[in-house]
């Protein structure tokens, strides 16, 4: 950090305080400063105004003693005539050919002859003019000179400017020291005015402190501090600092809590993958052991590989659904073909009844073919992972209807039963991944819970979208899609 930067101050406090104080510090210098030079320029000119009455006083005494009776005659020198009129300080004298003479007033009105010395200087620095021009003669000090010509003699009349320049140096003095008055009371005024309107800028600080010191690297953060309520008004400019934190707070919080639910799920799902996975594994493991057996026989080997092949199809599933959710994650497209939905209901629900003959199973199709674009495959996957849903939650004798028709705006599937209905504290969940009706980890609770996850991801991969509407009783699961 250089010099300069080490001396400007730090501190918002400090900063608005220096901008105060410089502020008042230029303003009474230019006031002050002013002043000083339209005092100065009136007293010059009222200096002035003397002079010239001065002046005219002088020439007039010269010209009545320079009568028509009176003659001075070479080298006698003119005198100063009649200067009791003039005021304390007047400088008089007069210049002719033949010899010069001049005289200064003092305060006692007594008159003092001006030496050969300073006649000579004055003579030599004050030009024969009658436009005023100040001196500086030596042994007199400084002067405001004005000359004319009076019948070959030259008449030169002088102020003192000490008395102005006094007045005008005392009272820059004062303006200066007032300055300095003003400065250090604006200072303090500051100081203290300052801290008290920061004061709510704290307040907000000090709770970004609070939250900034809190654990947030994991876990359950849960609620955290709010600036308060008095510190939000955004009518000013710290109320809308305070209102933003605890917009962005109220954001942190959502998002930490969301990653902490996902933190829970991702550990309950790795829980209940290694034990569907173990599972088959265990079974796989255990009937290739009897395979293996030297007393087993042909049709026990078949047997065996039976079961090894149905344990190894459940592992398949169960990777092969982890592995579309990462594609659909990454953006991969799907296919675009034309999909005719009511051909994959027909299937999906000839499919069900088989599974599930003691459920019924009823159609709600439009008289003609509803048909959109998108991933054949995928999409049948959806229904089926909707009827199996309805098939594993719902108890023997439920009533499952499947509906399709064409909307405006694409098509739309509805899946309803009249079931219990999905649990109110798992409807916000329904559709994120790793969500199981029943927590336990027994094999008829279904899957690891990534079906309807699965079916949501791939009604959003086809721009379209898919809710469910649940209550004791009734139960719609609406697919829609856009055409």
């Known amino acids: 950090m250089t010099r300069l930067g080490r001396l400007v101050p730090t501190s918002l406090t400090a900063r608005l305080t220096a901008t105060v104080v410089l502020l008042v510090a230029l303003v009474g210098i230019l006031v002050s400063g002013l002043t000083t030079a339209v005092l100065g320029r009136h007293l010059d000119r009222q200096l002035d105004d003397d002079l010239a009455a001065a002046h005219a006083r002088d020439v007039r005494a010269l010209t009545h003693r320079l009568g ?24 008089t004298a007069y210049y002719a050919s033949y010899g010069s003479t001049g005289i200064v007033l003092t305060g006692r009105g007594d008159e003092q002859a001006l030496s050969e010395d300073e006649l000579a200087e004055i003579d030599a620095e004050v ?41 005008v140096t005392e009272v820059a003095a004062w303006g200066a020291a007032f300055t300095l008055l003003a400065v250090g009371v604006a200072g303090a005024f500051a100081v203290v005015v300052v801290r008290r309107q920061l004061r709510p800028l704290r307040e907000v600080a000090r709770t970004a402190h609070e939250v900034a010191g809190l654990p947030l690297e994991s876990g359950e953060v849960g609620m955290t501090a709010r600036v308060p309520a008095t510190l939000t008004d955004e009518r000013t400019e710290v109320g809308q600092v305070g209102s933003a934190l605890n917009v962005l707070l109220g954001h942190m919080e959502s998002s930490l809590d969301a990653r902490h639910r996902s933190e829970q799920q991702v550990r309950q799902f790795v829980a209940d993958a290694s034990h569907e996975l173990r599972t088959p594994l265990a079974t796989i493991q255990g009937y290739a052991e009897l395979g293996l057996r030297p007393d087993a026989d042909p049709e026990r080997v078949l047997h065996v590989l039976g079961k090894v092949q149905g344990e190894s199809r459940r592992m398949t599933s169960l990777v092969e659904d982890l592995l579309l959710l990462a594609r659909l994650d990454a953006g991969r ?53 909707l009827l199996a849903n309805a098939r594993r939650h719902t108890p023997a004798g439920t009533t499952v209807t499947v509906a399709a028709w064409r909307s405006a705006d694409g098509a739309t599937v509805t899946v309803h039963d009249d079931g219990p209905g999905v649990p109110v504290e798992l409807q916000p969940s329904l559709f994120e991944r790793f969500t199981r009706g029943d927590a336990s980890r027994t094999r008829d609770s279904g899957g690891a819970g990534l079906g309807l996850s699965l079916a949501h991801a791939i009604a959003t991969a086809h721009s379209g979208t898919l809710s469910c509407d649940s209550r004791p009783g009734s139960t719609t699961f609406t697919l829609t899609l856009p055409a």
């Open 127 to 167: 030009p024969d003019t009658e436009r005023p021009t100040s001196h500086d003669i030596e042994g007199l000090g400084d002067y405001r000179f004005t000359t004319s010509v009076v019948a070959g003699i030259t008449v030169v009349t002088g102020v003192p400017t000490r008395d102005v320049r006094e007045t």
């Open 68 to 91: 028509p009776d009176e003659y001075i005659g070479p080298g006698v020198p003119p005198q100063v005539g009649d200067a009791r009129a003039q005021g304390a300080g007047t400088l």
């Open 333 to 385: 497209p799907l296919a675009r073909e034309d999909v005719d939905l009511t051909h994959l209901v027909l299937e999906a629900v000839g499919d069900a009844r088989v599974v599930a003959p003691d459920h019924r199973w009823k159609l709600d199709l439009a008289d003609e073919a509803v048909v959109v674009p998108g991933d054949a495959q995928r999409l049948h996957q959806v229904l089926a992972n």
